[in-house]
């Protein structure tokens, strides 16, 4: 193989796993607390199509969660279908239209989600630092003179944090009746290498998962 093919290969996938490291790590950092519960008329029942649908307003970060939530569920071996791909924004769709939608297109599971607030501060941490300076004067006669100078500053390292509540309900789409409904709390540092709101979505989104999952909800 040409070297220089080689060398750019190398480099290629070292890029590739700096990436995936980052990618772990920012995850890592992604606190989160979820609450779930189960509809007791609908405890241990089992879900294998999934269409996965986001409130929000905005249509840019509807489809990212809708996206992120998708792949996630993919990973996990689950079938899933963005929202928006079925109920499509170009109007306003009524309560009955879903149900009959999903039902058209053989979802027997439809998750919604929703941001329920988010806040965004920042925390100031100040920081001390010391610099040290030794000088020598050389005399022609007797001994050298050291002097040594000490300076102190204080510099503040402001951290920026994310603090979102978001809500999962899934609705049985045969009685169109909420089947389950998990909370979830995150924390994040998002001015740090690799954190964003993609990031904090992928961790939300496993958390659901793995509650679904505990709750005998996925087959």
Known sequence: MNTNILSKLLSKYKNLALLVLLAVIATSCVSIETTSYSDP??????????CVYSVEQNLNKRALIERVFVE??????IYAVEGSNIFPPTRTWEEGEFQSQLMKNGFDGFIKIEIMDEVVNERVIPQVHTNTETTTTKKKNGKDATVTN???????????????????????????KVAWKGYSS?????????????TIIEKFAEDVIEEMQAKGHIK
Do not use: R
Not at 41 to 49: G, L, Q, V
Not at 157 to 167: E, G, R, S
């Open 186 to 198: 995150t924390s994040a540092q998002i001015n740090m290498v690799g954190m964003d709101i993609e």
């Open 150 to 176: 000490t300076n102190t500053y204080v510099t503040n390292d402001i951290d920026v944090y994310m603090n979102n509540q978001f809500q999962a309900d899934l609705v049985d789409v045969a009685t169109n």
């Open 72 to 77: 996630e569920f993919k990973e996990a071996g």
């Open 41 to 50: 008329d609908f405890t241990n029942k089992k879900y294998s199509k999934f």
